[in-house]
């Protein structure tokens, strides 16, 4: 059972995001899943690195549709893109030095965080992109 679904509700209305932030939602679940059938340090560690990765090029495509298109809050949409980072990049480190599990409270900290972003801080960008021509 995910811990998250994707639905109409998260769609900001520009292709490319939609796609990244459903893949965002899948690769949560499968780190959900994989904590849940208790598997091991090496699968956790695989997916926990694949999400990362993947938080990484899909904040990179934002902002560069900000630069694009010169978003006047982009600062402080890019700060939130560097706090999740650091914090993701944070767990990973202690995970790997064993200092660290995925644990429920984790995966609710990752939930909340991308539902909380996408409903406010993309939703609130989408309006001004699209005036822009993206779709």
């Known amino acids: 059972m995910p811990i998250m679904d994707w639905s109409e509700s998260l769609r ?4 490319v995001i939609d796609e990244q932030h459903a893949k965002l939602v899948k690769l949560v679940n499968q780190l959900y899943d994989a904590m849940v059938a208790g598997k091991g340090k090496l699968v956790l560690g695989t997916v ?3 999400l990362i990765e993947y938080t990484v090029y899909h904040f990179n495509t934002e902002e560069e549709l900000f630069k694009r298109h010169g978003y006047p ?9 560097n706090d ?8 990973k480190i202690a ?3 064993n200092k660290a599990t995925v644990t429920f409270d984790t995966m609710k900290f990752l939930k ?4 909380n972003h ?10 001004f992109l699209k005036s822009k021509g993206e779709k």
């Open 12 to 15: 900001v209305g520009i292709d």
């Open 95 to 97: 995970y790997e030095s």
């Open 84 to 91: 999740l980072a650091r914090t993701a990049k944070e767990l």
């Open 48 to 50: 926990l690195t694949e």
């Open 112 to 115: 909340d965080w991308l539902v």
């Open 73 to 81: 809050d982009a600062v402080n949409h890019i700060r939130e893109h």
């Open 118 to 127: 996408i409903m406010k801080s993309d939703k609130a960008y989408a309006p």
